[in-house]
């Protein structure tokens, strides 16, 4: 288990661990976050995606001393985690934004978590640091489906700021969607394979640049990634109310039926039986879901 100094995560091996940061076209703001992560953690390996940028992104951020890897395209914010993943050489990974909302300083509370023994630690952000009172909203929302989804407590579904067990998170990298979706997809796979997950709060700044995320573009588009992953990860959570619902509503249905007319109808037919079907879809979905961990899922004391 690792020691936590001022300045450095201490791990067995050189680099202790990396901090992956994905950017397309933050000019703005990279270099200072470079140079600031540089000069407090000097140990770490500092991994720069460039995603396709079409500004000075990729000069500013090789200039204040990142390893850069460079996207000849746009292939998406999750592509862009995917690729520093499998180029980070510490056995803990820090993600982080580009655009200057996360305070490098809020790194050790993420690493002093790992040391305790969680494969995934998320900064959590608060109610104030989010942008806008529709977001307020909307990702207070996220974060109670997702909760019953799991029947986990999720604090906070889509920040972009965690520090992971490198091997672990790397085991799930053929789940991670392209898109801004992949807090939302690795969090509940986490919780899934059963990896201990801590959330510690952090109060994230006033971003640089205009936002890439549409609220009700993409809003409407992770509500139901949201209910993709759930069906994926926690099938009978998902399938199970839906069964129950139209089971009492088949049921509510004959009762009517039999004290209003004296007669069992289509209707209620058609419920039970989509209810059955529905229960049936379920159980079949949580065994081909349980394939996606085999070999992945492990006991939380084992090294990470």
Excluded: C, W
């Excluded at 951020?61 to 510490?90: C, D, F, M, W, Y």
């Excluded at 305070?103 to 978590?113: G, R, V």
């Excluded at 109310?241 to 004959?254: E, R, V």
Aim: aromatic share 12%; proline share 5%.
């Amino acid at each position: 288990m690792g020691t936590y100094s001022n300045s450095s995560f201490i791990f067995p091996g050189e680099p202790s661990f990396s901090i992956v940061i994905p950017a397309k076209n933050e000019s703005a703001s990279i270099g200072s976050l470079v140079r600031q992560i540089k000069g407090n953690y000097p140990s770490a390996q500092v991994l720069v995606i460039d995603d396709g940028s079409t500004d000075n992104t990729f000069a500013e951020a090789q200039g204040s001393g990142a390893e850069v890897v460079r996207h000849p395209r746009s292939l998406g914010n999750g592509a862009a985690i995917k690729t520093g993943a499998r180029k980070a050489k510490g056995e803990v990974i820090v993600f982080m934004d580009a655009d200057g909302q996360h305070d490098p300083a809020d790194i050790p509370k993420l690493l002093e978590k790992i040391s305790e023994g969680y494969y995934m630690v998320v900064g959590a952000r608060s109610s104030r640091s989010q942008a806008s009172f529709g977001r307020r909203i909307a990702n207070g929302f996220y974060n109670r489906l997702a909760s019953v989804m799991t029947g986990y407590r999720i604090l906070d579904l889509t920040s972009g700021f965690r520090a992971v067990k490198a091997r672990r998170f790397r085991k799930f990298l053929y789940l991670l969607p392209n898109g801004f979706s992949y807090p939302t997809t690795s969090t509940m796979a986490f919780f899934r394979a059963g990896f201990p997950v801590a959330y510690v709060p952090i109060q994230a700044g006033k971003r640089q640049g205009k936002s890439k995320i549409r609220l009700l573009h993409d809003g409407a588009r992770f509500f139901l990634i949201i209910l993709k992953i759930g069906a994926l990860f926690s099938p009978m959570r998902f399938f199970l109310p839906i069964s129950l619902f139209l089971f009492s509503s088949g049921t509510g249905l004959y009762a009517y039926n039999y004290v209003t007319q004296g007669r069992f109808t289509n209707m209620s037919l058609l419920l039970f039986m989509s209810a059955l079907f529905t229960f049936l879809i379920g159980i079949l979905s949580e065994q081909i879901s349980s394939l996606h961990y085999r070999g992945i899922e492990g006991s939380p004391g084992e090294p990470g």
